[in-house]
Structure formats: structure tokens, C-alpha cells
């Protein structure tokens, strides 16, 4: 994939939560459900949660959720570097069919996904203090098969009498 943009191309990014998905394995979730999953499976691998007691709020418990630390600092014997920020991407789209809200049935092609996390703070008092990382999920779908028309317009525009006219301007 050298010297391409990756997350372009033919994919379309998946933003109704209600379109259905299924899987060469006959999983079948919709995109909201699978979006979650994903989550799941991201802070899992790459996130952790604590409680923090501050006094200042009738020792109350607040959460916090931050990269795991290992992931965010690489260090060698001069000094060291911390990241707020992770990105993954797949590098292999995987076979899956698309059901849209209101199309006509079953549409196959490959499905990609990219995740994105990134430790969100608040300056407070000129010290930064961490609030939750902010993951987002970003779902692709390219089908086997494109869309013939993208626009309504296209059919015209590819007529000879379009052509004509438009020759003659």
C-alpha cells in the first residue's frame, strides 16, 4: 500500500447505526452494535480504567480512562517520548455483505476499520488534567459491485443529445 491513502478508494465510511452487517461466518450484527464490539475489543487491548478518590468532592470515586502507559511512552537511555495519541488500521478488508436501510437487498463487498484514540485533557489552574480518552470507531465499505448511477443527472449527461448540446456552448 505504498504511496496511497489508505482509508479512501472506493470505501464508503458506515454512518447509519442500523444497516446490518454479515459476515462470511454468518455473524450478523448492525453497524451500531458492530462499532461497539470494536470499542469493546480496542479499550481492552489498549486502554485502562482506575478510580480516583478526590477529597475535594466528599470522596467521591471519579473514573478515568487514559492509553495504557506502555503503549504511550517509548523511552531510551537519553530521555524518552509519551504519545496522546494511537491509531490503528487495518491493513486487510475483510468479505462482508451491507444491508442499507431501504435498498433493494443483499450487497457484497469488503469491509475496513480504523480506530483512533486520544487522551483528552482540560487545563485547570495551568496544570493539565486528564479527563477520558476519546475513541472513535470508523467503519468502511466498499462493495463488490459499485453503484451504477451516483446521480440522477449521470444517465442524461451520458446521452448522446447532452453531449451534442453541450459540444455546442
Known amino acids: 500500500m505504498t504511496g496511497s491513502n489508505f482509508?479512501?478508494?472506493k470505501f464508503q465510511p458506515l454512518d447509519r447505526d442500523?444497516?446490518?452487517l454479515l459476515f462470511d461466518n454468518n455473524n450478523t450484527f448492525t453497524v451500531g452494535k458492530f462499532k461497539v464490539l470494536m470499542s469493546q475489543q480496542f479499550q481492552e487491548k489498549f486502554l485502562r480504567s482506575y478510580y480516583e478518590k478526590h477529597s475535594y468532592?466528599?470522596?467521591?470515586?471519579?473514573e478515568r480512562i487514559d492509553i495504557k502507559s506502555d503503549l504511550s511512552t517509548i523511552s531510551f537511555d537519553s530521555g524518552g517520548f509519551i504519545c496522546s495519541e494511537i491509531q490503528w488500521?487495518?491493513?486487510?478488508?475483510?468479505n462482508c455483505k451491507l444491508l442499507k436501510v431501504g435498498s433493494g437487498g443483499?450487497?457484497?463487498g469488503k469491509l475496513r476499520m480504523q480506530a483512533k484514540v486520544v487522551n483528552s485533557y482540560y487545563e485547570n489552574d495551568d496544570y493539565k488534567k486528564y479527563n477520558?480518552?476519546?475513541?472513535?470507531?470508523?467503519i468502511e465499505f466498499s462493495p463488490d459491485i459499485p453503484n451504477e448511477a451516483i446521480s440522477p443527472l449521470d444517465d442524461i449527461r451520458q446521452s448522446e443529445e447532452y453531449?451534442?448540446?453541450s459540444n455546442n456552448n
Not at 488500521?89 to 475483510?94: R, S, Y
Open 89 to 94: 488500521k487495518c491493513i486487510k478488508a475483510v
Open 7 to 9: 482509508m479512501s478508494d
Open 106 to 108: 443483499w450487497q457484497e
Open 132 to 138: 477520558k480518552a476519546v475513541l472513535d470507531i470508523c
Open 57 to 62: 468532592n466528599g470522596g467521591r470515586s471519579q
Open 163 to 165: 453531449k451534442k448540446l
Open 18 to 20: 442500523d444497516d446490518v
